[in-house]
């Protein structure tokens, strides 16, 4: 490549880098109505997995007696995500809803945090209209995030296992790693990031 090619192709603007959108949604469900909401809900999801974009979702109920639900699906970019918002399919798919569910709060969330926190803003309940996207940490904020919470549980798992546990230094590195992240990832997941993150944006840091 000659150097004119090259300061060309140096000197092109570079696309933005996509950045997932992770869109949380609290519904409540008439408990009379759980297996059908079970199967709407099932529903939903096959159709956005048809979608370009589609990282995945998930969904649980916030406690046995509870009548709310915690939904998350996740897409690759906004772009994509509207696609499927704006989509014949997914507003077929909300109207055969709106008699199992009552209510509805969503947000939009970029970055690692989107998967870690309770929704904050309200809406309609079948989530037709747009949702406030907050903007996204710098990615070394999140890094950082995570490091807060993932070293002092991993160092107290480490100091437990070695002392109570004979032998442990014995096993194979595969076989401690295996053990080690299969105990912190629910940890992680479920109590520390979750506490994590709402410390940071407390002292503004998020």
Request: glycine share 6%; aromatic share 10%.
């Amino acid at each position: 490549m000659s150097p004119e090619e090259s300061e060309n192709v140096l000197g092109q603007p570079q696309a933005s880098p996509a950045v997932p959108i992770t869109v949380s949604i609290t519904r409540a469900v008439d408990p009379e109505r759980i297996p059908d909401v079970t199967r709407w809900v099932q529903a939903g999801v096959n159709l956005a997995n048809r979608y370009p974009g589609f990282l995945g979702s998930g969904w649980v109920r916030q406690g046995a007696d509870s009548v709310h639900w915690h939904m998350l699906y996740r897409f690759a970019d906004a772009a994509l995500l509207e696609q499927w918002e704006s989509s014949e399919d997914r507003r077929r798919w909300l109207e055969g809803g709106r008699e199992l569910v009552r209510e509805a709060r969503v947000e939009r969330r970029t970055g690692i945090e989107g998967w870690f926190d309770e929704p904050q803003s309200p809406q309609a309940p079948d989530a037709l209209g747009p949702a406030e996207t907050p903007a996204a940490p710098p990615r070394w904020k999140q890094a950082t995030s995570i490091w807060l919470g993932f070293f002092p549980v991993n160092l107290a798992f480490t100091l437990l296992v070695t002392t109570l546990l004979p032998g442990w230094n014995d096993l194979a590195t595969a076989l401690k790693v295996l053990v080690t992240t299969l105990v912190l990832t629910p940890i992680m997941a479920y109590w520390v990031l979750p506490g994590v993150t709402r410390l940071l944006r407390r002292v503004r840091f998020l």
